[in-house]
């Protein structure tokens, strides 16, 4: 029994060894990475830093999106009810101001304007019967043959014919601007982008039967914010990007409330085409790349954000922890690196705005951070001038 227990106490002496020479050998990699000799080398390597400087606050680029627009899109229909007897145009089609596009059947009205034609006539006849017989009794009375009476009844029936007639002709009014609500016309030059109805096709007044477009300059109506939209002026130049190309345009109104649904300030931008700017600043032509209602447009604009922080080039960033970055610090006296951890409010893609434990000054490595740890001493420092005040775009 006391073997066993003496073999067991061996046994477990023996492992705890074992595990604490495992656990020697095997200990912070990252704290032994370097040899003597490799630190050596690391420590006279050149360490590019550069100084920082605390701001108040920092500018970033925005992208404003809007629509490119008709100046004029209407739907269009016929001012009555009928039945459509003809479309003189479809689809994609391009019209002119005035153009005949739809009639309605008319076979009602033409009827009906025949009658009333007839009894125009017959309302003439009489008037003009009346007219006889009243200078007929109007002379007889002038020879004392017959009495005023008379000749006062022959006048009201002048009257009553004369009457008779316009009321025919005030109902051929009518009927005449009914037939020319039978027919539907463009109201400007432009293009038809949508049919709704076909031959055939009842339709009611208002319905829709045709979307035109005019042939006008086209337009983005952006939504900016107040302190970008106030300082635009009615006629002002500026630069839009339409499908990747430099599209210049001037500024033809801004609205004075906001939008409620956005709160931005609509501002519209008449598109200066068919000219494009190129990145070189010259001008372009766009026939191979129309551009077309629907297409998105994006203005660039520069907005200040109160933010206090310090710009830094992107190469100065280190893996951190909890979505936190690592920058690394030199001490000006001893040269002694410490890390700081820094949060990244916004980035241009080559330099980044970082609040966080630094301060005004501070020496900053800005590349080379992955051969470098905490506490490690470096000697060759070049302080880097470069300017990053304001390094935004």
């Known amino acids: 029994m006391a073997q066993n227990v003496s073999k067991i106490i061996a046994i477990t002496m023996i492992s705890f060894a074992l595990l604490t020479l495992l656990m020697l050998s095997s200990g912070d990699h990252k704290a032994v990475a370097f040899t003597e000799n490799e630190l050596k080398v690391l420590n006279n390597a050149k360490v590019n830093v550069v100084r920082t400087i605390v701001q108040s606050d920092y500018t970033k680029q925005q992208l404003v999106y809007g629509q490119v627009q008709a100046a004029q899109q209407t739907l269009i229909g016929f001012e009555r009810n009928g039945i459509v ?33 007839a009894e125009l006539n017959k309302a003439n006849a009489e008037a003009k019967l ?36 316009a009321a025919v002709q005030a109902k051929l009014l009518t009927l005449q601007v009914a037939f ?118 994006s203005f660039s604009l520069m907005r200040s954000i109160d933010e206090t922080g310090i710009w830094l080039p992107i190469s100065s960033l280190a893996n951190g922890i909890r979505g936190l970055w690592t920058v690394f610090v030199v001490d000006e006296n001893d040269g002694i690196l410490t890390s700081r951890l820094v949060s ?28 470098l740890t905490p506490e490690q001493t470096v000697s060759n420092v070049n302080i880097v001038n470069i300017e990053l005040a304001r390094v935004d775009k």
């Open 85 to 117: 007897a003809k479309l003189n145009v479809e689809n994609g089609s391009k019209v002119e101001k005035g153009e005949l596009l739809a009639l309605l059947d008319t076979a009602r009205i033409r009827s009906q304007k025949q009658e009333l034609e």
């Open 180 to 297: 020319d609500k039978s027919m539907l016309f463009a109201p400007y030059s432009g293009q038809i982008i949508s049919q709704f109805i076909d031959v055939g096709t009842p339709v009611s007044t208002g319905q829709g039967v045709f979307e035109i477009i005019d042939n006008g300059p086209l337009e983005v109506h952006l939504g900016l914010p107040k302190s970008t939209a106030f300082t635009l002026e009615p006629q002002q130049n500026i630069v839009l990007d339409i499908r990747g190309e430099k599209v210049s345009g001037t500024v033809k109104s801004i609205s004075s409330n906001r939008t409620l649904r956005t709160r931005t300030i609509e501002s519209v931008i008449t598109l200066d085409l068919p000219d494009l700017v190129s990145q070189e600043g010259e001008s372009q032509n766009i026939a191979s790349q129309e551009i077309v209602p629907g297409d998105l447009a």
């Open 130 to 165: 009346a007219e006889l017989s009243q200078q007929r009794v109007r002379n007889l009375v002038q020879n004392k043959l017959e009495s005023e009476q008379r000749l006062d009844e022959e006048s009201a029936r002048v009257d009553a014919a004369k009457a008779q007639v």
């Open 344 to 371: 990244i409010e916004y980035s241009d893609g080559t330099h980044v705005y970082v609040k966080g434990a630094l301060k005004e000054n501070d020496l900053v490595v800005i590349d080379g951070t992955h051969r």
